[in-house]
């Protein structure tokens, strides 16, 4: 966690010193301050933790979010972290949020770490909608993945990439396009979806009557895995939002709504 409450007040914890009792603006209860040399400055609960805000956050996680708040600041766009956006279908907390003063649209950024079903990143991206909010599905990509990819023009291709149903929800919505974050390489990677064809081989045998039969022989597309193109790296200086309309898109498996989106975009040319 990035944001803690020092009395009233919130607080990041890269700002925050030692001290001071810090509290989590979720459960209220108690949350430590940790500021490591190798580690994002966080704040973490106590254990047990029972809190929803403490589940699953990974450093990997936190340098992204501080990765893109340090991005959108330096391009002169108004930025908070783990920032309650309030809405009709409950209340959202967005990883990052950006806006450009005074009252401007303001855009969700969430890095999606934890698996998500179709209907939950559905119903968490309605809740944004609801609330003018429109957000930016991100994944993480790790450092071993990049490594194990062959190069392809303008950047990698991943084969095989067993993809989540997130992140498939989240490509139809960005209109045929992902974006990765790799937070130790501190770069952004354009990610798009390929279907990978799989291989069925032929196979003839002569069934009781003595007649040939045969099965395979064709190629069908895998339903786990996919061929994962990524373009890049673009530094954090050259990645900008954008916003747009969409139309409501249903594939057997999952809808997505219908109305003003957000995704990422290339502002310079690669260097
Ligand atoms: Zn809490």
Redesign the pocket.
Known sequence: MLVALQGDQHITAWVAQKGPVFH?P??K?Q?ILRKGALVAHNFA?KPPVT?S??SGETQAHLKAKLLLHDAFVAQGLSCSVEAEVLSGDGDRRADVLVWRPPGQLRIALEVQHTPLNFEQIDRRTRAYMSAGVPVVWLGLIKPEVLAGAEPLAGGLKITRYSVRPWEKWAHAYGMGELWFIDPVGGQFWRGVLHKHMIEVPSSSWYSSGGEEQSAGGYTRSSKRWRNLHVEGPYPPSAIGLKTFTRNTFSSRDFTVPGGRAAGFMVRAPKP
């Open positions: 989590c979720n459960c209860t949350v609960h809190c805000w403490a």
